[in-house]
């Protein structure tokens, strides 16, 4: 590597907004603040829940409900 062409590289405190804190390297010579992390994610937590917003999850259920094909009339 060439000498004084690369950027410093150091360690830096990541924060969310939930609490949670830890130790990275970047080329950042700040600490970082961020909105959501890997605790706190709805994704990575499982605590995933869809929001209704006037019942248009229920309507897409019902248009889309598979419906039971009616039996034949026997002859």
């Not at 969310?16 to 970082?32: A, E, H, I, K, P």
């Not at 605790?39 to 999850?57: E, I, M, N, S, W």
């Amino acid at each position: 590597m060439k000498p004084k062409i690369h950027p410093h590289y150091s360690t830096i405190t990541v924060t969310c907004s939930c609490g949670n804190q830890w130790d990275t390297r970047s080329t950042m010579s700040r600490d970082l603040q961020v909105e959501v992390c890997s605790a706190c994610h709805p994704f990575y937590t499982g605590k995933q829940k869809l929001v209704d917003t006037a019942g248009r999850v229920e309507k897409f259920r019902q248009k889309y409900a598979r419906k039971t094909p009616a039996k034949p009339a026997s002859a």
